[in-house]
């Protein structure tokens, strides 16, 4: 802490036996226990070390993310048990999960990751892509995904996505140029002020997504460890012109499927069928 803080309060949620606290968000997150049970609780309202704005920003940002876990509540999403103004700041309670992040933050984690079957790695992109319909069908934009929102349990065998804090509601517009994000993940659109950002942004998330997780973000045909297919449907995602991309996820994952990036069951069951 740049100044001391009483954080005491965190007590009552039980157990304290992890700490996230290098972070420049503003928030510190903590994972609780209790009779057993566990929870991730994310806190804004303490003068962190990392954060150069004012708690009362972070304040305000944590509370806007609310109602976003609220609605795009989904099965592969980490789930938002309650919040509450707590300890002169604010609190949302999650749900603890085992699972480990993808990002190059974590060395072992993404080492696990990339020894994973094919097959295994295929189906945690599905899941990252049925999210991410779920998000344009509830009318949102994903902002700021990246491998760091990526976690899979190895021992359930489930996706688990995370830190979805900045996805909002279309229509969205780039009122900042650069936006927020890591720049392996962002469309051409993201880094220009005024334009829209909308499900077509999006897509070019989806194949950027791919490139990283399958090919460790090289885009050529040489470094593509997939059949050609999927790599042409991850290319034509990753377009720069908007108008080479496909129009939308749905029409992404039918291609995608249809190319071999999961089985007849998998494509029919994601898309409703």
Known sequence: MKTPFDLSFVSGYGRVFKIFDDQDSGNICFGVET?????????????????????EDAIGRLKATVPVYQDLAHPHLVRLLGAEEIGGGYAAVFEWSGAECMSRQYPRSRKRFQQMTPEARLSVFADILDFHAHVAEKGYVAIDFYDGSIMYDFSLGKTVICDI????????????????GSSRFMA???????????????????????????????????????????????????????????????????????AGGGSAAQAAARDGG
Request: glycine letters at 10%.
């Open 35 to 55: 009779d057993g049970k566990r929870l991730f609780i994310k806190y804004a309202g303490a003068p962190t070390q990392r954060y150069d704005g004012e708690p």
């Open 165 to 180: 804090d900045v996805y909002a509601k279309r229509p969205y517009t780039n009122r900042m140029g650069r936006m927020w």
């Open 188 to 258: 051409p659109e993201e880094f220009q002020l005024g334009a829209a950002i909308d499900e077509v942004t999006n897509v070019y998330l989806m194949g950027a997504t791919a490139f990283v997780l399958f090919a460790g973000n090289d885009r050529t045909r040489e470094g593509w460890p997939l059949n050609g297919d999927l790599y042409e449907v991850a290319a034509r995602a990753v377009c720069p012109e908007r108008s080479g991309r496909q129009a939308s996820i749905r029409q992404f994952m039918a291609e995608w499927f249809s």
